[in-house]
């Protein structure tokens, strides 16, 4: 039963505190929001200058007396310190990269100081997860007056498709550890989460390699000896074959570059029906390792390559951001 209850207000306060949070993409601390209570510590040393106190009245010592207001002074600069470490600082987010599901993402969350006549130290960001108050990650992170720092805040991809962020959860016992101030930010943003990686992916099928090949070798001219072909505008000066050349140039023919090997520059397709008997998740993970495989040929061989899926097809292309459009595909490939 206790824990019914305390799960229940657990959640009522969850609901409250998100009312007064909504997601926005920068938010700057205010008393408004944030939150400040006694810490073990600073319970403990409220019952000390109680007592302290109680013995002074009992016994009438002015000393006493003294001691017991001066701790109790600074026991109230602490907590004023403490909540004006957070208030006022900015937090922002910064740019975040796709991963593929089953690795950590990094949050990058900046911290802003540049208004403030003050730095901010002692901050601890906790990524808080929707459904319970688990803390997954605890992060460090401090900033000096005038200027601004990230702190990358590790998160979870546990599955493809968009990733709405956590609310993040900044405290501080700075300086003396007797109060905890905290504050929540939801972030508006969003992160695509790619499919897994296959890491039992077969070799990328490879359809008609052979005759590209074929191709490139009968497009070489007879008399060209391997490794060399005619020299073509935007060659650099390294490339070209300077003795083969001079013999050519004075026999009145185009001088020739060096190509280290013939590299096959035919289509390279990437298809849903290469990956029949699988169920829909994995088989979206095969056809994102072939892509992957894909991208690292294209890297080697110059050779590109396109995705064809049912009713959407992406045209050969090589480069990060092909490859980032076919995993972005596969990753919001049957979501409503």
Same mark, same amino acid.
């Given at each position: 039963?206790?824990?019914?209850?305390? $799960?229940?207000?657990?959640?009522?306060?969850?609901?409250?505190?998100?009312?007064?949070?909504?997601?926005?993409?920068?938010?700057?601390?205010?008393?408004? $929001?944030?939150?400040?209570? &006694?810490?073990?510590?600073?319970?403990?040393?409220?019952?000390? *200058?109680?007592?302290?106190?109680?013995?002074?009245?009992?016994?009438?010592?002015?000393?006493?007396?003294?001691?017991?207001?001066?701790?109790?002074?600074?026991?109230?600069?602490?907590?004023?310190?403490?909540?004006?470490?957070?208030?006022?600082?900015?937090?922002?987010?910064? $740019?975040?990269?796709?991963?593929?599901?089953?690795?950590?993402?990094?949050? &990058?969350?900046?911290?802003?100081? $540049?208004?403030?006549?003050?730095?901010?130290?002692?901050? *601890?960001?906790?990524?808080?997860?929707?459904?319970?108050?688990?803390?997954?990650?605890?992060? &460090?992170?401090?900033?000096?007056?005038?200027?601004?720092?990230?702190?990358?805040? &590790?998160?979870?991809?546990?599955?493809?498709?968009?990733?709405?962020?956590?609310?993040?959860?900044i405290d501080t016992t700075y300086p003396l550890g007797l109060f905890r101030a905290w504050a929540y930010w939801r972030a508006r943003q969003r992160v695509l989460v790619w499919p897994a990686l296959d890491p039992?992916? %077969?070799?990328?099928?490879?359809?008609?390699?052979?005759?590209?090949?074929?191709?490139?070798?009968?497009?070489?001219?007879?008399?060209? %000896?391997?490794?060399?072909?005619?020299?073509?505008?935007?060659?650099?000066?390294?490339?070209?074959?300077?003795?083969?050349?001079?013999?050519?140039?004075?026999?009145?023919?185009? %001088?020739?570059?060096?190509?280290?090997?013939?590299?096959?520059?035919?289509?390279?397709?990437?298809?849903?029906?290469?990956?029949?008997?699988?169920?829909?998740?994995?088989?979206?993970?095969?056809?994102?390792?072939?892509?992957?495989?894909a991208e690292q040929r294209a890297l080697d061989l110059g050779q590109p390559y396109g995705l064809r899926l049912p009713n959407q097809t992406l045209e050969p292309a090589q480069g990060?951001?092909?490859?980032?459009?076919?995993?972005?595909?596969?990753?919001?490939?049957?979501?409503?």
């Amino acid at each position: 039963m206790a824990v019914l209850l305390f $799960t229940g207000w657990r959640r009522r306060w969850r609901a409250w505190s998100n009312a007064r949070s909504p997601r926005q993409d920068q938010l700057t601390l205010t008393q408004r $929001t944030v939150y400040i209570l &006694p810490s073990k510590g600073g319970l403990g040393y409220a019952l000390v *200058v109680g007592v302290l106190l109680l013995a002074a009245i009992n016994e009438q010592l002015n000393l006493a007396y003294a001691l017991a207001f001066l701790l109790g002074g600074v026991g109230l600069s602490a907590m004023w310190l403490t909540h004006a470490n957070l208030r006022g600082l900015t937090l922002s987010l910064g $740019t975040i990269a796709s991963v593929h599901a089953g690795q950590s993402l990094s949050m &990058p969350v900046r911290l802003d100081a $540049t208004k403030l006549s003050r730095g901010r130290f002692g901050l *601890v960001l906790r990524a808080n997860t929707e459904d319970d108050d688990t803390l997954p990650s605890e992060v &460090p992170g401090e900033v000096m007056h005038g200027h601004q720092s990230t702190v990358l805040v &590790p998160l979870a991809a546990s599955q493809r498709g968009w990733l709405e962020l956590p609310r993040l959860r900044i405290d501080t016992t700075y300086p003396l550890g007797l109060f905890r101030a905290w504050a929540y930010w939801r972030a508006r943003q969003r992160v695509l989460v790619w499919p897994a990686l296959d890491p039992h992916a %077969p070799p990328l099928p490879d359809s008609g390699a052979d005759g590209g090949v074929r191709a490139a070798v009968a497009a070489r001219p007879i008399d060209m %000896p391997d490794g060399l072909r005619p020299w073509r505008r935007g060659d650099t000066l390294r490339s070209v074959a300077w003795k083969k050349s001079a013999t050519r140039l004075a026999s009145g023919l185009a %001088p020739v570059s060096r190509e280290a090997s013939m590299r096959p520059h035919q289509e390279c397709w990437v298809e849903w029906d290469q990956a029949q008997g699988l169920p829909l998740e994995a088989r979206l993970s095969r056809l994102a390792a072939w892509l992957v495989m894909a991208e690292q040929r294209a890297l080697d061989l110059g050779q590109p390559y396109g995705l064809r899926l049912p009713n959407q097809t992406l045209e050969p292309a090589q480069g990060p951001q092909h490859l980032q459009q076919c995993l972005d595909i596969l990753a919001t490939w049957g979501a409503t």
